[in-house]
T-cell receptor, first 115, second 113 residues
Framework: AQSVAQPEDQVNVAEGNPLTVKCTYSVSGNPYLFWYVQYPNRGLQFLLKYITGDNLVKGSYGFEAEFNKSQTSFHLKKPSALVSDSALYFCAVRDTLYNFNKFYFGSGTKLNVKP | NAGVTQTPKFQVLKTGQSMTLQCAQDMNHEYMSWYRQDPGMGLRLIHYSVGAGITDQGEVPNGYNVSRSTTEDFPLRLLSAAPSQTSVYFC????????????FGEGSRLTVL
């Protein structure tokens, strides 16, 4: 079965410090991986995706993610956190083997950036 | 651009009542889907559609019906609401590109008493 895991329910970081939000995946076939952000009382917004090519993917709002095939990970990173980055972050994988129309989401990680 | 529009934003139902959550998109996307979001469980796929007249089940379809009569609209129907259906519901669409990401509506918060 296709799945993603976000091992941390919450990540706390001080403003200006680097941040990492972790995601590991388990898929059959080539992984199509995504990160989304959800601000309070809003829908999910797309941040970035890995389909193929360079393992370091750059996305919106200064975020980037590193695809690591050997560790089956796709961690979200930002060199310098902002208070406005505080939100709920979801990792997702698209099924590229059994049903291309299905996405599977992690349980989400709440990021708290303190001034 | 409106993107994906969901109505209503909030709804309270009594057990056994029926209702329809509306979803419309103006991006001419073939693919549309419904998810429910529950604490600690992320988003789970309820139903999806790859075009007008075509629908299929996701991970948690029981208790929900869908139809797709037009490209723009994809309503989700609860025929007999149960407290277990208390959740936040999101509609999402995607363009034709196989590598495309999902575009989400702002959500509909449903409480079943």
């Amino acid at each position: 079965a296709q799945s993603v895991a976000q091992p941390e329910d919450q990540v706390n970081v001080a403003e200006g410090n680097p941040l990492t939000v972790k995601c590991t995946y388990s898929v059959s076939g080539n992984p199509y991986l995504f990160w989304y952000v959800q601000y309070p009382n809003r829908g999910l917004q797309f941040l970035l995706k890995y389909i193929t090519g360079d393992n370091l993917v750059k996305g919106s709002y200064g975020f980037e993610a590193e695809f690591n095939k050997s560790q089956t990970s796709f961690h979200l990173k930002k060199p310098s956190a902002l208070v406005s980055d505080s939100a709920l972050y979801f990792c997702a994988v698209r099924d590229t083997l059994y049903n291309f129309n299905k996405f599977y989401f992690g349980s989400g990680t709440k990021l708290n950036v303190k001034p | 651009n409106a993107g994906v529009t969901q109505t209503p934003k909030f709804q309270v139902l009594k057990t056994g009542q029926s209702m329809t959550l509306q979803c419309a998109q103006d991006m001419n996307h073939e693919y549309m889907s419904w998810y429910r979001q529950d604490p600690g469980m992320g988003l789970r796929l309820i139903h999806y559609s790859v075009g007008a007249g075509i629908t299929d089940q996701g991970e948690v379809p029981n208790g929900y019906n869908v139809s797709r009569s037009t490209t723009e609209d994809f309503p989700l129907r609860l025929l007999s609401a149960a407290p277990s259906q208390t959740s936040v519901y999101f509609c999402a669409s995607r363009g034709r590109a196989n590598t495309g990401e999902l575009f989400f509506g702002e959500g509909s918060r449903l409480t079943v008493l």
